[in-house]
């Protein structure tokens, strides 16, 4: 009689029953299939068969979360392990749904993400997850309903930033003993994919684990451990509880803008007074007899040029220049990332500077516009090319050899050796000071205040949380805008161009 009482709950009825409670027609049909066994197993236990249909749909409860139980595990699995979704040839609309959410859930920051595991999956009671997670019962109400809300507006939006990852250099400025070999820089540890986006969407505004993930494209586990490390290596700052800010400068073509359409307008009015002082520098320390490398006096024309206006920005820029502070490693410098596509010029040169341990000597490399970059040199090379300037010859035969690959030394076919960078002796470079203090310091005031007025707009394009950084990149304008000095004597012909292989680099003995 109970067999038929069972028979006549339909098919169709069970079914119904099982797809609301789980994800997909076959989970249905398990589903299914588990509540008849046990209602069949259980049948000698029933003593009143009035209470029968009461007694097989509370049987079935019990079972469907018995089963949600194990299967939903299964799926928390899923969610953190295997990220990419797998296709069907025929996929049925719930679990294609199911796949969906699934992948929306392991987006989700941890907070959210754990929650919704333990109650929707493990089907433990708000005040069960309270204990395990040990936190108030109402907070775990509460992320429940947030989780909700977040995962019903994620499911109805896919934003195409995911889809479109960018790419960023990171390098640093400031002071450090790095070989990038068996010393990597610090940008080293920061520079891979998924840690350049996050530094990209957080550098405006500050952004949570959440954003970052829908931003970003990946579940929100993997932002987490990018974070962890991006903290670590003091990339980001974290201004609010789970929100981050990108900790560094990363120039766009913005930036290039604005010089385009200002710098030259700054200078203008005193740019041919300045051409006119930088070929007098220039005549004047040609007299000095310091190694000039064989380089040529139009050549020449440039290292004095961009010497002379570092010499001013030390006595003459009063634009603050914040201390850089030390690090995780002990060295200061900060990080400085690039996004610029090369459509649009910023203003400024780069420069690197390398001392040797224990030495007297800094190897200097001044880029900008129309000369070749090369690297700074090792110390070692930097005695190496010093011992050959005073005597000759090296005896650190290996650093020869190595400074040779690199273009700082040339063999010449009588197998003598010869330095390709300029050097001053202290001496030598002190006559150097004094011949563009003379020159170049009637002319300080009117370019500095043309400096000025140039960075106030300048300034405005860096966000508001990194105004020490800003600060240091306005300071180095005053130098930076040599470039469009240099740019307009060009182009009105009143200096011939550089070589076309020239590298703007000095030796200078500093003690």
Known sequence: MNLQKINKISQANRLNFALNNTFSRDEADELCQEILFTALSSLPKLRDEDSFEPWLWGLAENVTKSFKRSIGKQRAMYSYDALDLISYEEPACEESLCEKLREKISMLSAIY?????????????????????????????????????KLEKECKNMLETALRPIKMRIDIYGSGNYNGKTIPFPSDFIDDALSQNILYHCYEQAKNVEELAKLCGVPAYYVEDRLENLLKREAVKE?????????????????GIYCEENAEKAILPLAESLISALKQVAAETLKID???????????????????????SYLYCHLPYPEIKTKYDGNRWCYIGN?????????????????NCGGNTTHTVYNFTGVKFREMMYDNYINACVDIIRNGKSPDLESVSNAISNGYIIRRKDKSLLVTTPYFTKEQKKQFEDISDKILSPLMPEYESAVNKFINGYKKLFPSHLKDDADRMCHIMFIGLFTKVIDYGIKNRLIAPPSEDYVCDVLIEYR
């Open 113 to 149: 993400r754990d929650i919704i595991i333990l109650y929707y999956y493990d089907r433990l009671l708000t005040k069960d997850i309270s204990k395990k997670l040990n936190i108030p019962e109402g907070t775990v109400r509460w992320r429940i309903s947030n989780a909700r809300k």
């Open 239 to 255: 201004v609010s509880k789970g929100k981050y800010l990108t900790d560094f400068i990363i120039r766009s073509d913005k930036y």
């Open 339 to 355: 996004m610029e596509t090369g459509a649009h010029h910023r203003t400024g040169i780069g420069t690197q500077h390398c001392s």
């Open 290 to 312: 310091f190694y000039k490398a064989e380089k040529s006096e139009s050549d020449l024309f440039y290292l004095c040029g961009v010497m002379a206006f570092s010499h001013m």
